[in-house]
């Protein structure tokens, strides 16, 4: 048996999953103002003195603190069905699908959001290893439910689900630094540029 493991944004897609959820959430205006507000965060991130996971979590308080769950779960939906379509790689996908077809075991590795990400991936039947927002109550408490599926996290979250070693072949889709732990177990890495 094969095994396909992909990255969603940036491979799967031409875009940013998560900048076009903002975005379809607060729309254009608002979303640029509020990265106007966060790009002291946004600096400590890329100065590395503070983590990715964090920054994030931090993004998203900013958008939702005062969302609740089910408001939340219904726009993720929408946007899952409306938008992540429109945003697809052409030829990518085509090879996604291509593995489906085969009988390949295919999982979907990502940093972003389950909310969104899930209904998605249950239309192509594959599975999915992703983040995940926390919620407390009916309302989002401003943190992730688990670590962000993000390098190291993702070949951590692989290998607790299944074996390497009952794969003949292993395939690895990404495009960025994060993805490099799941691409150095491939037999054949593809690396979107």
């Not at 489906?100 to 594959?126: F, Y």
Request: net charge negative; proline share 1%.
């Amino acid at each position: 048996m094969r095994l396909a493991l992909f990255d969603f944004d940036g491979t799967l897609t031409t875009k940013d999953s998560l900048e076009e959820f903002l975005i379809f959430y607060a729309g254009k205006r608002s979303y640029y103002l509020k990265l106007i507000l966060f790009s002291p965060i946004f600096l400590m991130y890329k100065l590395k003195i503070m983590h990715n996971s964090k920054a994030k979590e931090m993004l998203f308080r900013l958008f939702f603190s005062t969302m609740k769950e089910q408001a939340f779960r219904d726009l993720a939906l929408r946007f899952s069905n409306s938008e992540l379509d429109t945003i697809l790689r052409d030829d990518i996908y085509k090879k996604f699908l291509s593995h489906i077809r085969e009988g390949d075991r295919v999982i979907i590795v990502s940093a972003s959001m389950k909310c969104w990400l899930e209904p998605w991936a249950t239309r192509h039947k594959v599975e999915l290893l992703c983040t995940e927002l926390e919620f407390i109550d009916g309302e989002f408490s401003g943190h992730f439910s688990s670590k962000n599926c993000h390098g190291d996290e993702k070949l951590r979250r692989v290998k607790e689900i299944l074996s390497l070693d009952d794969y003949e072949e292993i395939f690895t889709y990404g495009d960025s630094s994060g993805d490099d732990a799941i691409l150095a177990i491939a037999d054949h890495k593809i690396k979107v540029k």
